[in-house]
């Protein structure tokens, strides 16, 4: 007789017919300005981070930390998080328009910086929200410092990558989005990357539940085997269970 039982199952939501209530949003930009970042490529990061805080609605809690081997916050350059306003809005532009090109990449050392810039908004109900953007690979990392970056940022944000060009490593970024519940996509037209920073930004501002989780509560008959997401990545989050009442566990599923 069969000793193993598959399931699929669908997770889905709905409006209950009341208003959502009004999210209290976080949100960080990781801009890689590594030496390869050189010429159209900061031209068009610039313009695009322009857009994505454009896109912000006013009261959006805002970080923004640029990258090589090293992190800078360049808004706000004390670091923390800042309400978005007329005034800080076109501060955190004027900053981003003076980013320079230098150095190396580490993109685990982001990523924990991102972090440091979340916790820094502890409201409960904030759906903090990242995007990161390279153009080349952790050429100055390694692997396993990258794993322990992602371990440290689990279920702390969400995250959306984006390749920039064609020279960077599909494989990292499909490591971070599946770590950070986000999704890793390919911009291959330098020039259309503002418009997929504005999409971005408004599909940060649909999210109105920070954390989502799914409980499983097998009985005496069953153990858990494997636990895989498979849209819109395919993650084995058979690791990532957290214990929750008697046999039962969590399965975080982000935001």
Known sequence: RSSRVDALITVTARPTGLAAPEARIAEV??????????????????????????????????????????????????GGLTSIDAKTRETAKRQVMGLRPEGGTEIGRWLLAAGRLFATEPAAGAIRHAVLYTDGKNEHETPAALDAALNACADRF?????????????????????????????????????DDFTQLMHKARRLVVPRTYLRLRPNDRFRIGSIAQTHPVRVDLTQRQQPADGAAVDVPLGS
Do not use: Q
């Open 29 to 78: 930009l990781i801009m890689d300005r590594s030496l390869s970042m050189s010429g159209e490529k900061i031209y068009e990061a610039r313009r695009a981070a322009c857009a994505a805080i454009d896109a912000l609605p006013e009261g959006t809690f805002l970080g923004i930390i640029a990258g090589d081997r090293k992190v800078e916050s360049l808004f706000p350059p004390a």
């Open 158 to 194: 969400l995250c959306d990558v984006r390749g920039l060009g064609d020279d960077w490593n599909y494989s990292e970024l499909l490591r971070i989005a599946e770590a950070l519940h986000g999704d890793a996509a390919a911009v291959l037209r330098i020039a259309d990357l503002t």
